[in-house]
């Protein structure tokens, strides 16, 4: 039997997170996972997260990787650089999650845990199942806007989850290599749904785990009104273009 334990790789996109990343790298050491690396995705912040996660690759608790991008290309396009370099050097596992500390770490190892011992294929961190929650005072237009996303993204592409839009996640390797990540073109939210709808047209499962979900207290979010817009239209073009992704 094979105990040795997979290499995990935590992949970051940050924008402007000087503040927040060396917390969430704290945060995860603490966890003492073993063969957990990072890998931080940066679009060449003006706020000189870059170097803030150079120094952590040099003095930080756990390994820190870094893979700097010339110019700000958008969440999914971050995502999709980082998981490729991590499927490159042989990651195993790889979590993705906001640098924002909206994401609970502790959660992590109950994501690996499922993934590794069910057929689960990813692993999402679900503020809307049973036990998962939003902390704070959400706004009830954002509540409202979140649930008809939801309740958007499943009744068009019957995805049969609960947080449709979730950005934090737990991947086997080979899902992400069956899916073909590296020709993922969607960003924003619509990123998280491609991803999904990639995974249920492979009749692969998604699995949810509860979450507690933090509102970011440093730092601003990056959603734009046209990141929101493509989120209305990928649907559409999912279902009824190309047929196989
Ligand atoms: N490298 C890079 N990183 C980016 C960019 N835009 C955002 N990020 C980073 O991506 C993370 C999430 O960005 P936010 O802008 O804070 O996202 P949000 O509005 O809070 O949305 C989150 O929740 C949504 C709903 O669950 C998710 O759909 C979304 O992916 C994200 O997790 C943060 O670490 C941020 O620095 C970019 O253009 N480039």
Known sequence: ????????????????????????VDRLAALKIPNLAVL????????GTGEVADKLGIDGPIPVGVL?????????????????????ENADIVIQMDADL????????AMIE??????????????????????????WHRKALSAWANFYVNAILRL???????????????????????????????FQVEMNYRVV????????????FEERTDGVSKMSLAVQLESAL????????KKSL
Do not use: C
Not at 102 to 109: D, L, N, Q, Y
Not at 165 to 181: N, Q, S, Y
């Open 1 to 24: 039997m094979n105990n040795v334990a997979p290499q995990i790789t935590v992949v970051v996109p940050t924008y402007n997170e000087r503040e927040n990343l060396p917390k969430l």
């Open 40 to 47: 931080v995705v940066d679009d060449n912040s003006p706020d």
């Open 68 to 88: 700097h991008r010339t110019a700000k290309d958008g969440l999914g396009r971050a995502y999709v650089a980082g998981m490729t370099r991590a499927l490159a």
């Open 102 to 109: 909206s994401h609970p770490s502790e959660v992590i190892p």
């Open 114 to 139: 499922i993934l590794t011992t069910t057929d689960a294929a990813v692993v999402l961190g679900s503020r809307y199942v049973e036990g998962g929650a939003v902390a704070g005072d959400w706004p």
């Open 160 to 190: 049969h989850v609960k947080d449709a839009t979730a950005g934090f996640k737990a991947w086997h390797a080979k899902t992400l290599r069956a899916i073909d990540v590296e020709s993922v073109q969607s960003n924003g939210y619509a």
């Open 201 to 212: 047209q492979r009749g692969m499962k998604i699995a949810e785990t509860p979450i507690r």
């Open 234 to 241: 990928v649907p559409w073009k999912l279902k009824f273009g």
